[in-house]
């Protein structure tokens, strides 16, 4: 009997050598499970790499032994027939004897998939157009696109769209004059030329990239990120290509020679909420942060919802928590705080910038101290005793101490920087920044192409925008179509995965998709293509044919109508009364808040109204409080400034009227369209209405609107006879600014 | 079928209403926001309970120096906390506890029974005790964040990230709102400063913001904007809303955009809102004796003020009201500072449930007092002299009242030093779990798609504590 087992040992070790028999019983037993498409446990037999990596719980050759012999909490294989003796011994023998896989043993494979939005994106076909492709999918249902929107708004339309502004009087008069082809074209230009256009198309990014002007959670402090939000602004503003608009946010600190704009744009990932509470381990917060920035690629750039894997693989898309994790690691190395020692380095890393004169006020400051210093130490060195008594030492000593306290502050800004050792990062299992599992590097998707080049944070921004990426260049298409339509070509714009919407017209994706690339990935031409298209300049009215067939108007037989977000309501009506300040970037800054609207939060922040012409900049650029953000934001839907937004919703509420019809704000807007309806027209009632009339939407008032607040202005005179005229078209500017029409892009 | 959809009903409903004049449309759509998910009155089982008011403890009261009456802690007091209490455990204030090991600090407080149901309370809230028998207490409730702005997300939301719909968003939209000129979820405010986590609290999240708690503020109207401009009368007033309401009748017959109806139905209950708000904050309404039960003053910012408003908002039908009192983040002192805390909410609180119920509200009520977190067994020393403790995540008590429940019962259980549950352990999600059940929804059927998965205020989590159910 000894002998036979002396044998059967040998047998075992001869073929456990090149590990065949192993794998042969993997194969039958294991890889239903652990194989490349259902990587259960992050685990995968079927190639030499991914047995030898292992996963979540570690090396693969510290768990299988203790899971077939049911040794430990995991007991293998899962719900069957436990292995024999026999298999048993072979697999411990072939794990004592360091996991030999043959050569000739499967090379690694990725993980295929046949869902839509993984295929390549289909080159441009010859002849395509926007208009072609709706038109296809609308014949189908015997529809056809409704006729083009009237010149007035369509110009309103255009001017909303692309800079957030409406058009004034004399932008609406040469429109209406230009009775050339090349009319609107031109219009188009010169909006995309116009710093409204970045600000405009940069708030929508800033909602993506979470941006706001405070830490979040509980003390919230103010933050130094606006630089950030001017780079975006000018990088949209002069058509940065947008391949490398997303390189510079993701590692533009580690570009060759990087500049401090390049340096500044990564802030994108600096937007996270940072908790600094008292009380707190710091590494719990960094972890979170990180997690969001993974979560936040995916919702931005390649439409998957990755935070769905962070602490299980992904239950319907091919994401495994291992991958989830390899993303991790590109952000596990910032220098940023993880321990309660580092408190008084909380906001780091942070870039200073400033400009030359503000750097050489610097320069001379530290060369002051330096001289001031050398003086202390050769006047010291001059003395003999007494040195504490000596009244030009302590002269100099204080001159010192009141210098130090000047000086001056250079302007910071968030950004990312590499520690200069790397952390090491791993699995967290069930997402429990404490539990941690097998270790992992820097990697992507492998249902994605590979990344290219090395593993850094850079080779990963440009696998990001690769153009065998299908899925970002999609991800961005889909978005700005969404803006303009109301809905995007996939409805659930963060989630083009297997559960996500379908694309309503797939062809005219890749189309904008493949356009979009060729232009060398540039916005301003992806606009012009859009709001040249018939599709996008067809009227909003409401078809009885189309409804029928199509209640949601999926198909796009007219156009939406949609409501202002939150930002534009405040700027059309600064527009409207002539107010606006139009100053791009620069500090946030603090508009009127109603009293009682800080006071929701812990730590009550100060909030210096803003006097003068600053008073009346664009709602863009109001302060953004995380944990109290201004009413006029929230109440009419704008981002948390918490999580990335991709898409607002668009609520109607009876807070939006009370806001509209009663806030401080509102009035003196009111108040001032008011008096521009006075001033700049003499003669009837008439003719007053008429002009806040358009000054407010951009249009005459048909006959039967005129004559209702012709009426309204005596209802309104009768009730108070006394009132001053400023007061009686204060109110009827107050009914024009809460026009349905005037909160709404027709 | 999910909230999208249903919109896209009502949307298509609403053309035909068009069609057959906009007076019936205007009535459909009046009740549309009103209504919830499950349609008017719709729930997914009968409700035992219409109205939830959440007394929020902000900042983590001593369940040690309230309910939780543990005499062998007393026994151990000053000694050293045993090693297997702390194995693995970890802390707020990492630093005030590792340098030694922690002292038990038993309480200072006298603990009676009170009432036939023999409930456990101290000296410190001698009128919570005075309604004993009204109470359900657990204890052994766990959580999981030792912050607190993220646990008192976590108590709001199911995840100590800011971004989720709170459990009154849920509510609001689970089940709609009965009054037709307040908001279905309301947020009063006491004590000295506002809530660590701010208005995230009371975030609709990925809910569509027509369901946010509405804060009242304790500064000029309880409502934002609730008052005319000045120069405005009344009269005025309605004549605007009615001049807009004409116009954006023309602008709706121009282009058939039923969002239009909408709007005008929203202005329309923004001036219902407008003219019932001066009678809502009217306290000359209430007798002597109530404003004297509660220790409410008219004009005062108090937790007592709050708590008759609560009274009063729910009957004007108001679905979800949160009090949020803050300052019970005793780590320094134990003593005259919590005294103070205890004595501005205990006799508001007992008013608050005795007047319910003497006005038959209790019964569809559902009062919920709790704070984020308790505070732990071992003293926490900051300052010479004096003691305190930490925040304490493993085990806290809560109680409620009335919705449904059995009164006068307790459920839970803590070891004897109050540390960790024994028995049932009580999670803070079937706290949400049963709350919601008490309304008559179904926790594991509220839900709402985002971002590719279907949401629930109760994550993957959640069980009802069937054994408190009346």
Same mark, same amino acid.
């Given at each position: ?24 019983i ?5 890889a239903g ?8 446990s992050?685990?995968? &037999? ?22 077939v ?7 293998m ?39 839509w939005?993984?295929?390549p994106v ?10 072609a ?10 529809l ?10 369509l ?22 004059r ?8 031109k219009?188009?230009d010169?909006l ?30 103010p933050?130094d ?22 390189i510079?946010q ?25 908790n600094?509470?008292g ?25 998957l ?34 321990k ?19 750097k ?20 010291q060195?001059? &003395? ?8 030009? &030492?302590?002269?100099?000593r ?8 000047q ?5 910071r800004t968030?950004?990312?920087k ?14 429990d920044?404490t539990?941690?599992g097998?270790t ?43 803006q ?72 796009l ?9 939150a930002?534009?309501i405040r700027?059309?009506?600064l527009?409207?009364s002539?107010?606006?300040t ?13 009293p009682?609207a800080l006071t ?5 922040r ?5 006097t ?22 929230t109440?009419?839907?704008a ?7 991709t898409?607002?919703?668009r609520s109607?509420?009876?807070?939006q ?7 401080e704000?509102?009035i ?20 007053r ?7 407010a ?12 607040? &012709? ?12 009132a ?20 709404t892009?027709? | ?40 009155g ?7 309970a219409?109205h ?28 050293p906390? #045993? ?18 090991t ?6 200072r ?32 409730v766990s ?6 702005? #993220? ?8 995840s ?17 709102? +009965? ?6 979820? =309301? ?18 999240g990925?809910?569509?913001?027509a369901y946010? !708690? ?21 009269e005025?007033q ?9 116009l ?7 282009t058939?955009?039923?969002e ?7 202005y ?7 003219t019932?708000?001066p ?17 409410a003053e008219? !004009?005062k ?5 709050n ?7 729910v ?21 005259? #500072? ?5 004595k ?18 209790l +019964?569809?009520?559902? =009062? ?10 071992? !003293? ?21 009242a ?18 960790? #549950?024994?028995e049932?352990?009580?999670e803070?999600?079937d ?12 926790h594991t ?16 989590? !959640?069980?009802?504590?069937n054994?408190?159910?009346?």
């Amino acid at each position: 009997m000894l002998r036979f087992w002396i044998f059967f040992l040998a047998a075992v070790l001869l073929t456990a050598q090149d590990g065949a028999e192993a794998l042969a019983i993997l194969k039958k037993s294991c890889a239903g499970c652990h194989n490349v498409n259902s990587m259960n446990s992050g685990l995968s &037999l079927d190639s030499k790499e991914a047995i030898l990596q292992g996963g979540n719980r570690g090396p693969a050759a510290a768990v299988i032994v203790a899971a077939v012999k049911h040794a430990g909490d995991v007991k293998m294989p899962k719900g069957g027939k436990k292995l024999s003796d026999a298999d048993v011994a072979t697999l411990e023998a072939w794990v004592n004897a360091g996991m030999p896989v043959p050569e000739s043993f499967v090379k690694a494979k990725r993980r295929t998939s046949k869902h839509w939005a993984f295929q390549p994106v289909r080159p441009k076909p010859a002849g395509g157009s926007i208009d072609a492709f709706i038109l296809a999918k609308l014949k189908e249902k015997n529809l056809t696109l409704s006729p083009v929107a009237d010149k007035r708004t369509l110009l309103r339309r255009v001017h909303l769209d692309l800079t957030g502004l409406p058009p004034t009087p004399a932008e609406m008069d040469a429109f209406l004059r230009d009775s050339s082809p090349a009319a609107y074209d031109k219009v188009v230009d010169r909006l995309l030329a116009s710093d409204g256009y970045g600000e405009r198309w940069g708030r929508h990014w800033l909602d993506i990239a979470r941006y706001s002007d405070t830490d979040g959670y509980t003390i919230d402090a103010p933050r130094d990120i606006w630089p950030y939000r001017d780079w975006v602004l000018r990088a949209i503003n002069k058509d940065m290509p947008f391949d490398q608009f997303v390189i510079e946010q993701v590692a533009g600190d580690l570009l060759p020679n990087a500049t401090n704009d390049q340096i500044t744009a990564t802030g994108f990932h600096r937007n996270t909420p940072s908790n600094f509470e008292g009380g707190i381990d710091f590494e719990q917060y960094r972890v979170e942060a990180v997690a969001d920035r993974v979560a936040t690629t995916g919702a931005a750039f390649l439409g998957l919802t990755l935070g769905c894997a962070r602490c299980h693989d992904h239950k319907y898309d091919p994401v495994s928590q291992r991958e989830f994790y390899q993303i991790f690691a590109f952000w596990n190395g910032i220098d940023e705080v993880d321990k309660e020692e580092d408190r008084k380095y909380f906001n780091r890393p942070f870039l200073e910038i400033g400009s030359d004169a503000e750097k050489a006020k610097q320069a001379k400051w530290d060369a002051d101290v330096q001289d001031l210093e050398q003086q202390i130490r050769k006047h010291q060195e001059s &003395l003999t005793e007494n040195a504490d008594k000596d009244s030009k &030492l302590i002269a100099l000593r204080k001159a010192l101490v009141d210098l130090r306290k000047q000086k001056p502050k250079l302007l910071r800004t968030l950004v990312m920087k590499e520690r200069p050792t790397p952390r090491p990062a791993y699995i967290h299992l069930g997402g429990d920044f404490t539990r941690k599992g097998s270790t992992v590097g820097p990697g992507t998707l492998s249902v994605l192409p590979p990344m290219k080049g090395g593993s850094t944070r850079l080779d990963f921004a440009r696998w990001l925008v690769a153009n065998d990426n299908p899925l970002t260049a999609r991800v961005t298409v889909n978005r700005v179509w969404q803006q303009y339509f109301g809905r995007g070509i996939v409805g659930t714009e963060s989630d083009f995965g297997l559960v996500g919407d379908r694309p309503t017209h797939p062809e005219l994706l890749d189309f904008l998709a493949a356009s979009f690339m060729d232009s060398g990935w540039s916005q301003k031409a992806l606009h012009k293509l859009i709001v040249t298209s018939g599709t996008y300049q067809q009227s909003s009215q409401l078809r009885e044919d189309a409804t029928a067939v199509d209640p949601e108007n999926k198909l796009l037989a007219r156009q939406n109508r949609l409501r202002l977000d939150a930002e534009i309501i405040r700027d059309a009506a600064l527009v409207s009364s002539g107010l606006l300040t139009a100053k791009v970037g620069g500090p946030s800054f603090f508009p009127p808040i109603p009293p009682g609207a800080l006071t929701v939060t812990q730590v009550v922040r100060e909030w210096k109204t803003a006097t003068g012409a600053e008073r009346y900049r664009r709602g863009m650029y109001t302060f953004f409080q995380r944990s109290a953000a201004h009413p006029s934001l929230t109440i009419f839907d704008a981002a948390d400034g918490i999580t990335s937004c991709t898409r607002r919703v668009r609520s109607n509420t009876p807070l939006q009227a009370l806001a509209l019809l009663n806030d401080e704000a509102s009035i003196e807007f009111a108040e001032s369209l008011a008096e521009r309806m006075i001033s700049e027209v003499t003669g009837s009632e008439e003719k007053r209405i008429r002009h806040g009339f358009d000054l407010a939407v951009q249009r005459t008032p048909r006959a039967r609107e005129a004559d209702r607040l &012709l009426r309204f202005v005596r209802q309104q005179r009768d009730s108070q006879p006394q009132a001053s005229e400023k007061a009686l078209w204060t109110s009827v500017a107050r009914v024009l600014l809460n026009l349905d029409e005037f909160m709404t892009r027709e | 079928m999910d909230l999208e959809n249903k919109l896209t009903r009502f949307r298509t409903r609403r053309q035909l209403f068009k069609d057959c004049g906009f007076g019936v449309g205007k009535a459909a759509l009046a009740s549309m926001l009103a209504d919830g998910l499950l349609g008017a009155g719709q729930t997914h089982f009968p409700a035992k309970a219409d109205h939830v008011i959440f007394l929020f403890m902000a900042g983590g009261p001593s369940h040690l120096e309230l309910f939780d009456y543990k005499p062998e802690l007393t026994k151990w007091d000053g000694k050293p906390t #045993p090693e297997s209490f702390l194995k693995g455990k970890r802390f707020a204030f990492m630093d005030t506890f590792s340098k030694d090991t922690p002292k038990l600090l038993g309480t200072r407080r006298t603990f009676k029974q009170h009432g036939n149901s023999g409930h456990w309370f101290s000296d410190l809230v001698p009128n919570i005790a005075g309604i004993a028998d009204e109470l359900t207490v657990l204890h052994g409730v766990s959580t999981e964040n030792f912050n607190h702005g #993220p646990a008192k997300m976590f108590s709001n939301t199911g995840s100590v990230r800011a971004g989720r719909p709170s459990m009154g968003s849920w509510v609001a939209y689970g089940i709609g709102s +009965e009054s037709k000129d307040l908001p279905g979820y =309301v947020v009063l405010q006491s004590g000295p400063r506002g809530p660590r986590g701010g208005a995230a609290l009371w975030s609709s999240g990925f809910l569509p913001t027509a369901y946010q !708690g509405v804060p009242f503020r304790n500064v000029g109207d309880p409502i934002l904007n609730l008052s005319n401009p000045k120069g405005v009368t009344p009269e005025q007033q309605r004549q605007t809303i009615e001049a807009l309401r004409d116009l954006n009748q023309m602008e709706l017959e121009e282009t058939g955009d039923a969002e239009i109806a909408t709007r005008i139905s929203q202005y329309e209950m923004a001036y219902r809102m407008q003219t019932s708000g001066p009678e809502l904050i009217d306290f000359g309404q209430e007798s002597k004796e109530t404003m004297e039960l509660y220790g409410a003053e008219p !004009g005062k910012s108090s937790f007592g003020n709050n708590c008759l408003m609560a009274r009063r908002l729910v009957e004007r039908g108001v679905r979800f009201v949160q009090l949020y009192h803050t300052d019970w983040d005793h780590h320094d002192d134990i003593t005259k #500072p919590l005294d103070q805390v205890a004595k501005e909410v205990d006799r508001a609180t007992a008013a608050l449930i005795k007047d319910l119920k003497a006005r038959g509200l209790l +019964e569809r009520t559902l =009062v919920v007092w709790s704070g984020e977190f308790g505070r732990t067994p071992m !003293g926490e020393v900051r300052e010479k002299g004096k003691i305190g403790r930490n925040h304490h995540i493993d085990s806290f008590s809560m109680f409620m009242a009335g919705g449904g429940l059995k009164p006068g019962i307790k459920h839970g259980a803590s070891d004897e030093f109050g540390f960790s #549950p024994v028995e049932e352990k009580l999670e803070v999600y079937d706290i949400h779990a049963t709350i919601l059940n008490q309304l008559g929804l179904n926790h594991t059927k509220l839900t709402f798609r985002s971002q590719g998965r279907d949401f629930r205020l109760t994550d993957v989590a !959640g069980r009802v504590i069937n054994p408190i159910l009346a």
